[in-house]
């Protein structure tokens, strides 16, 4: 069984920048994408960048620009650069790697941007 790993949250002020990274336990044959997804309290869990195995990216609207996901060619690791972080960017990231046999989360790791 995959496991999957992220890093890098940490509590920033407004306008800053975080660098995340999801570490898969090994590779994935037949993976199909990677994405990264929040959660903020009270609300429900909501994509924010996928990268498909193709190399096709897709960000949520309310990136805008201040986002960058990207990986390595062997899919074991997967990185989200966020830039001008705003105090709504407040949630636990996660990670998601979408497999032949379904799909795998990470355990989260918390970004709090402070005003």
């Known amino acids: 069984q995959v496991q999957l790993v992220e890093s890098g949250g940490d509590l920033v002020q407004s306008g800053g920048s975080l660098r995340l990274s999801c570490a898969a336990s090994?590779?994935?044959?037949?993976?199909?994408?990677m994405s990264w997804y929040r959660q903020a309290p009270g609300l429900e869990r909501e994509l924010v960048a996928r990268?498909?195995?193709?190399?096709?990216?897709h960000y949520a609207d309310f990136v805008k620009g201040r986002f960058r996901i990207s990986r390595d060619k062997t899919l074991t690791q997967a990185y989200l650069q966020m830039n001008n972080l705003q105090p709504e960017d407040t949630a636990v990231y996660y990670c998601?790697?979408?497999?032949?046999?379904?799909?795998?989360w990470g355990q989260g790791t918390q970004v709090t941007v402070s005003s």
């Open positions: 090994r590779s994935i044959s037949g993976i199909r994408s």
């Open positions: 998601n790697a979408d497999t032949p046999w379904g799909g795998v």
């Open positions: 990268i498909a195995g193709g190399g096709i990216i």
